[in-house]
């Protein structure tokens, strides 16, 4: 039984369920497991009876009444460009600077590019080849340039809703971005005064890199994130992270609100971490003067693997 129920958490946790919900679940089946060996089934049984973690554990997920993000409605904006998307994924290369973007789902098989603002969209590079999707600004000697936002462009990109996106990598500066409701393998963001914004996200491996701006990450399942951070702050809140969780700062602060994780590892300045409901089963922490701060209200035991810190402090509760 001791294995099914960790089988069972492992797979809860790919899913998009917060850990209120996991432990109601894993509390539900381990009473109806301890009924089923009280009656005298045997393991092959009880697994036959409850079936494979993984089934359980979607079937589960798709039961949940949560809704996906509100999307953006195109209504506003101009078609720019559409692609016809053949396979069941692709790739995409973003590069913008003042342009904000905005990623979410389409309703049939096609990339579709809206845009809205008075810019010379027609100086921009929107590409389709070989499954991977490219968006970037215009370019003068090698260099992306723009003369003023407000005479700028704002996208909104559709990608199908059954493809998977392989490899999505942005570089943006000055330029905010949002991601809603996408599945992707190796998500990887690199940002200068722009914030990021990822809701309803599926996401395996994920990479950011920011100087400055603010980032918000919610109702969302990563495998391993990483973060690498100058100045901005990163604010993640009912999201599972399945395996690792690094995080290097200068001085911005992470913000955590019922977040699981296995390991949580911290590199910090004068950053602090500051968690509620947050759960790592490991926590490796070093810094010069920044905080690891986490209050819970579940009595969970988490190990402090490594603390190396000046005059920052670890308080757990």
């Known amino acids: 039984m001791k294995k099914y129920l960790e089988d069972l958490r492992q797979e809860l946790m790919k899913q998009k369920l917060t850990e209120k919900e996991i432990e109601e679940i894993i509390a539900d089946h381990k ?3 301890s009924n089923a060996i009280d009656e005298g089934l045997s393991e092959e049984e009880i697994k036959a009876k409850f079936g494979k973690p993984s089934q359980v554990a979607e079937e589960l997920a798709d039961s949940d009444d949560q809704e996906p993000a509100e999307q953006e409605e195109t209504k506003g904006f101009q078609l720019l460009e559409s692609f016809e998307v053949k396979g069941d994924s692709i790739s995409v290369d973003v590069n913008l600077i003042y342009e904000d973007i905005t990623y979410q789902l389409g309703e049939d098989s096609q990339i579709k590019v809206f845009y809205q603002g008075k810019g010379k969209v027609e100086k921009y590079e929107v590409s389709y080849e070989k499954n991977e999707f490219r968006l970037s600004a215009p370019k003068r000697h090698g260099f992306n340039f723009f003369i003023n936002k407000e005479d700028g462009i704002n996208f909104l990109v559709e990608l199908p809703r059954k493809v998977i996106v392989n490899v999505l990598k942005q570089v943006i500066i000055s330029s905010d971005s949002v991601f809603k409701n996408l599945n992707i393998k190796q998500f990887i963001a690199n940002t200068t005064s722009g914030d990021l914004d990822i809701d309803h996200c599926q996401v395996e491996k994920f990479k950011l890199h920011s100087v400055s701006g603010d980032s918000k990450i919610e109702n969302s399942t990563f495998e391993d994130m990483v973060l690498s951070l100058v100045s901005g ?3 993640i809140k009912n999201t599972t992270i399945t395996q690792d969780f690094k995080a290097s700062t200068v001085s911005g602060d992470v913000h955590v609100t019922d977040v699981t994780c296995v390991n949580f590892e911290m590199s910090a300045v004068s950053g602090d971490v500051n968690g509620k409901e947050f759960y ?6 070093k810094s010069v003067s ?4 986490i209050k819970n209200k579940e009595k969970k035991y988490i190990e402090i693997v490594k603390n190396s810190t000046l005059s920052g402090d670890i308080n757990i509760s």
């Open 31 to 33: 009473e109806m497991i």
């Open 233 to 235: 702050d990163v604010f």
């Open 280 to 285: 790592p089963q490991k926590v490796i922490f």
């Open 290 to 293: 920044g905080d690891l701060n």
